[in-house]
């Protein structure tokens, strides 16, 4: 970090990684009772697999998504430690309002055996691997987050995901990592997803470059040397990383904050 980014960090809180402290306040209507996104993603898709969420901010997304379609276990990551422990306790008091209503989740099934990832907060190589069964899993055991980041060798990641979901995270990767991060951040995906697997991908747009690349003098200068824009990450994906397909599963989120009605995509491996 530069000297500039820390004095200015000093002053408040810049969040240069777009690790917002209210992000789903910004981009969920008032009248809304869950994130338009969970509209839009398919069940089959979590139902009784292992995920990943990417940037998981303060976990909401990630416990939402573990509640509504019953994924046999999700883990979230961020790079922000202060939302990993914001998530976390986001996580223990859903799991208390659900005890308390009596409205425990139905176990899935799950066609894989392996073993379960269970995390603590605040360790770059959090993972202590334990036996488990989803039946015997409740809410805090399917539900876990960790502080990392994605970008950096995964020696810390040994478990591989049926399902990887990244929502609102590439921008950030390519202002503060540039192309390089952008395309070891698509390596790394293509890594831990099993054979068949899926990354659901929700790309912003280059006009929301242009609105947040002061942010740094790293966002700046990585901004102006971007060879590869949101419109290639297509091309990046199928041709260059290996995915076989992909479907736009939205054009438009009803209920999202005008400028988060972004378009979702979904590859598969």
């Keep these: 970090m530069s000297k500039e980014e820390k004095n200015l960090k000093r002053k408040k809180h810049i969040a240069i990684y777009g690790n917002y402290k209210n992000y789903y ?34 976990g909401l997304l990630t416990i939402s998504i573990a509640k509504k379609f019953n994924c046999r276990h999700i883990l979230g990551i961020d790079i922000d430690a202060g939302l990993i422990e914001n998530a976390v306790w986001n996580l223990k008091r859903t799991a208390k309002m659900d005890r308390n209503s009596g409205t425990l989740p139905k176990p899935p099934e799950s066609e894989h055996s392996e073993h379960e990832v269970s995390v603590s907060v ?27 980041n994605f970008v950096d ?74 060879l590869f824009p949101p419109d290639y990450f297509q091309d990046i994906l199928l041709d260059k990383i290996g995915f076989r397909t992909v479907e736009n599963i939205t054009n438009a989120l009803p209920g999202s904050v005008i400028g988060f009605d972004r378009p979702i995509f979904a590859y598969h491996k």
């Design 153 to 226: 060798k995964l020696q810390w990641l040994t478990e591989k995901y049926d399902t990887v979901v990244c929502f609102s995270v590439t921008k950030w990767i390519h202002l503060n990592w540039g192309d390089d991060g952008l395309i070891m951040l698509f390596t790394n995906i293509w890594r831990v997803l099993r054979p068949g697997g899926i990354l659901v991908l929700e790309p912003q747009p280059w006009k929301s470059y242009q609105k947040n690349h002061h942010v740094s003098e790293t966002a700046t200068y990585n901004f102006h040397n971007i």
């Design 122 to 148: 605040g360790e770059e190589r959090a993972g202590i691997v334990k036996e488990s069964s989803p039946l015997e899993g409740n809410l805090l055991e399917r539900v876990s987050f960790c502080k990392q």
């Design 25 to 58: 306040g910004y981009r969920i209507g008032q009248q809304e009772k869950e994130d338009p996104r969970l509209s839009v993603l398919r069940r089959d898709w979590f139902e009784g697999k292992d995920c990943l969420d990417i940037g998981c901010n303060q």
